[in-house]
């Protein structure tokens, strides 16, 4: 069940700063959930590809584990 939840996590979090990275790419200066950071464009840019990254990878990690256990065909 915990890998599910964080599989869940990881998509969810995948999806919500690509599209963040998107609307980012489209319009400079709408920083979204990331405009606290005041890094700039480029700066907000990279944090929003890191935690695309850090998504991919805990669905894929999250989604491994639970094929091990046999939870996955």
Known sequence: MKY???QIIG???MVVF?????R???????TG?????????GGTLAVHG??????????GWSHTR???LGRRG
């Open 11 to 13: 998509a969810a979090t």
């Open 24 to 30: 980012l790419l489209v319009d400079h200066g709408n």
């Open 66 to 68: 639970a094929k091990a």
């Open 18 to 22: 690509t599209q963040g990275a998107i």
């Open 50 to 59: 890191l935690l695309v990254a850090v998504g991919l990878l805990l669905t």
């Open 33 to 41: 959930l990331l405009g606290w950071l005041g890094a700039g464009f």
């Open 4 to 6: 599910d939840i964080l």
